[in-house]
């Protein structure tokens, strides 16, 4: 499966995770994957909560991401 089969699936199939907690982080800049993606993701997931990074792109190693990586990782384990 193809990347973009592989994210309209995800998006398709996404109330299967309800129930399931997730952060969905994104950064405003990003134009690999655009807002409105992770927005869809977010609607269609019950329970998520949707993170955006007002001063990222795409790369997780970017200060703002990495912070909410690390946020949201410790929030999931507790």
Known sequence: MQFLEAQFELLRRAH???GIPGIII???????????????LHKNWSGSRLE???DAGHAT??????????????????
């Open 16 to 18: 299967e995770l309800e």
């Open 26 to 40: 994104q950064g405003r800049y990003d134009v690999v994957t655009p807002a409105t993606t992770a927005y869809q």
């Open 52 to 54: 955006i990074v007002p």
């Open 61 to 78: 190693n970017e200060p703002g991401t990495l912070r909410k990586i690390i946020e949201a990782t410790d929030q999931l384990g507790e």
